[in-house]
């Protein structure tokens, strides 16, 4: 059971500038959903989730719509997924928006972005934000959106592997350079850095997902859509047989519900970050509303 603590915005870590006010945070919980045209700005929606009190505020990332995809998904999730918004951008208006929110990626898909940009873009979020940035990367689903950008989908992972060292060596070192088979160059110069190390959570279901989090993550971050509780509690065993049982567990996209989420965090999520649909600003406020409700029955 998770309970909410009162802090000073000052004392959170790598946070500069707070004004040093109090707030009460609920730890262990957030918000995931999309930043879409036509639907709140991600500025607004921010601040109302930094003044419920939630922890996290992640978004996800798709680059475009490709016509060819298969007609299997949500009608609803088809219909929004060209309308996206830049996902370095809305990360920018929302940590601009905030004090004390973490902003983040869930996922971005890192294998169709460049990865000197990447680093460049969320070093800079860090930067202005006080270092109130999390990287979630995936791998992706849509095999034609990876394959329009230039990527082998059955290699995408083996890009991803390459792409989180490069990130790493860009964030820390002088002079980087990185020589792969998919990633290759330097050595550069890349700044600014992170204001404090940035946290790399690895999202997707497969084994795969869960090996990369174990050995170049800072987290697991499944979806509910793909992960349940019940996999959620293997792999928190699976992460514990390997010596890694303080491995950060984060679910994204958990509906609404109360017995879901006490679910997820009883098979050993540290937290839970509850699924908001693209919604205009007074309908995405009563949704925020009603998820402190839920939030007030888990605390």
Known sequence: MLHPVTRSCSALPGISGARGWFVEVVTGFGISTTSADGYVSPDVLARAV??????????????????????????????????????????????????????GSGVALLPQRDVLHTAKAWATVSTLSGGRAVLGVGVGWNVGEVRNHGIDPAKRGAVLDEQLAALRALWTQEQAEF?????????????????????????????????????????????????????????????????????????????????????????GAERVL???????????????DRLTEVVARLT
Do not use: C, K, M
């Not at 020589?179 to 790399?200: Q, S």
């Not at 170049?216 to 047989?241: I, Q």
């Open 50 to 103: 930094e003044e419920r009190g939630f922890e996290w505020l992640l978004f996800d990332d798709h680059s475009y719509f490709p016509v060819d995809t298969p007609d299997a998904i949500d009608a609803e999730f088809r219909a929004r997924l060209p309308l996206i918004r830049d996902l370095p951008v809305v990360l920018a208006y929302a940590a601009s928006a905030t004090e004390r929110l973490i902003v």
């Open 179 to 267: 020589h792969g088979e998919h990633v290759d160059f330097g050595p550069v110069v890349a700044r600014p850095r992170p204001a404090r190390p940035l946290p790399v959570h690895v999202g997707g279901p497969s084994r795969a997902a869960q090996v990369r989090a174990l050995r170049v993550g800072d987290g697991w971050l499944p979806y509910a859509g793909t992960s349940t509780p019940e996999d959620v509690r293997r792999a928190r065993g699976w992460f514990t047989e390997q010596g890694r049982a303080d491995l950060p567990v984060t679910v994204s996209g958990v509906p609404g519900d109360h017995q879901l989420a006490e679910e997820y965090l009883g098979a």
């Open 274 to 288: 509850f699924d908001v649909h693209p919604l205009n600003e007074a309908d995405t406020l009563r949704a925020l």
